[in-house]
């Protein structure tokens, strides 16, 4: 049985590039941010966050700057490109056309 925290394959993208879309910032507080929207329901690992990050970056749908965080550490923050918008309102209506279909699905009465 799935865990709620398990991810539709190809939503990661979507939540970096919306979260990203509100503030540029580290990955740890990408993690965390997500985290708390979703009252704790979605979390990412790091092994799934960073390279989804690196491959978001590759795409330049986001970019990176080395700046000092809040605890004064030196961290990697990422702010959304225009390329990245545009590709976050695809990938926004992808979603709602997958999930309205879905939940017409879930919603059929039963024999």
Known sequence: MSKPSDLVQGTLDLLLL?????????????????????????????????????????????TAEWKLSENNRRAKFYSLTRLGRRQLEKEAGNWNRLSSAISH???????
Do not use: M, T
């Open 18 to 62: 919306k979260i990203l879309a509100l503030e540029p910032l580290n990955g740890f507080a990408v993690s965390q941010r997500l985290k708390q929207i979703s009252c704790d329901v979605l979390q990412v690992s790091d092994g799934s966050l960073y390279p989804a990050l690196h491959k978001l970056e590759q795409e330049g749908w986001i």
């Open 105 to 111: 699905v879930v919603k059929l009465k039963e024999a």
